[in-house]
Nanobody
C-alpha cells in the first residue's frame, strides 16, 4: 500500500519557483505534524519544514523566507511552495510525519534541480 506520493519537482532556474505536493494516507496525515525533507546523494536526509495539524509551520534557517509549507486536511495533502530557489536547494524531496514513531514508509520522492 502506497502511503506517501510526492510530486511537483523538476528543473528550475536560480530565482525560480516550484510547488511540491504530497498525498498521504490518512493513518500518517490525520492529527500528525507533517514535514518535508530533502536528501542529496551521499548525505543524510534533512528536515526542511514542518507543519502541525493546526497549521503552525517551522523552517530550517536556510529556507526561511523562501519556502512555505501548507496542508489541506480534507485532502490529506501537504504542499511546499519554494520561491527564490538556489542551486543548493537541489535534492530529492520527501514528505512524511515529523515524529519518527508516526512515520510511514518513505515514498519515491520528487527530484528538484536548480540550475541555469
Amino acid at each position: 500500500q502506497v502511503q506517501l506520493v510526492e510530486s511537483g519537482g523538476g528543473l528550475a532556474q536560480p530565482g525560480g519557483s516550484l510547488r511540491l505536493s504530497c498525498a498521504a494516507s490518512g493513518s500518517i496525515f490525520v492529527g500528525n505534524a507533517m514535514g518535508w525533507y530533502r536528501q542529496v546523494p551521499g548525505k543524510q536526509r534533512d528536515l526542511v519544514a514542518t507543519i502541525t495539524s493546526g497549521g503552525e509551520a517551522k523552517y530550517r534557517d536556510s529556507v526561511k523566507g523562501r519556502f512555505t509549507i501548507s496542508r489541506d486536511n480534507a485532502k490529506h495533502t501537504v504542499y511546499l511552495q519554494m520561491n527564490s530557489l538556489k542551486p543548493e536547494d537541489t535534492a530529492v524531496y520527501y514528505c512524511n510525519a515529523e515524529h519518527i514513531f508516526r512515520r510511514g514508509s518513505w515514498g519515491q520522492g520528487t527530484q528538484v534541480t536548480v540550475s541555469s
